[in-house]
C-alpha cells in the first residue's frame, strides 16, 4: 500500500507541472489572438488624455515626479504621475482631482 503512494505524489506532481507549464505557454503566447496578459504602452500621452484628472505641475524626470505625488499624498491629496508631451519633447505630469487642484497648486507652489 505505501509502494503505491510513494509512486503515485511524483506523477501528479510532474503532471500538474505539466500543466502549469502549458497553460503559461498559453496565457502567454503571441499566437492568433495574442497573450491574455495587458500590454502596457510606454509611450508618452497628451496632456488632456487623462479624462477629469487635472495637470497641476510639469517636471522633466520620473523621480522628480514621484516625489511631487508623494509630497501631496502626504499632505492628504490623491495624486499620481503620467509622462506626458511636454512642448518640445516629453517629461512627467502631476494629475489631481479638481476638487483638490488649488490645494495641490498652492502646496506645490509653496516649495
Known amino acids: 500500500m505505501f509502494a503505491e503512494h510513494y509512486f503515485l505524489f ?4 510532474i503532471a500538474l507541472a505539466g500543466v502549469m507549464v502549458l497553460l503559461t505557454r498559453w496565457a502567454f503566447s503571441k499566437a492568433k489572438g495574442g497573450s491574455l496578459v495587458r ?6 500621452a497628451e496632456k ?3 479624462g477629469l ?6 517636471v522633466q524626470t520620473y523621480n522628480e515626479a514621484r516625489v511631487k505625488v508623494s509630497m501631496l499624498k502626504d499632505f ?7 509622462r506626458t508631451k511636454q512642448g518640445t519633447g516629453q ?8 476638487a483638490d487642484e488649488q490645494a495641490a497648486r498652492g502646496f506645490l507652489n509653496s516649495f
Request: a negative charge; proline letters at 6%; zero cysteines.
Open 39 to 44: 500590454r502596457t504602452d510606454y509611450s508618452a
Open 48 to 50: 488632456d488624455s487623462f
Open 76 to 82: 492628504g491629496i490623491k495624486a499620481t504621475a503620467a
Open 91 to 98: 517629461g512627467w505630469s502631476v494629475y489631481v482631482w479638481p
Open 53 to 58: 484628472l487635472v495637470d497641476v505641475g510639469s
Open 10 to 13: 511524483p506523477v501528479v506532481a
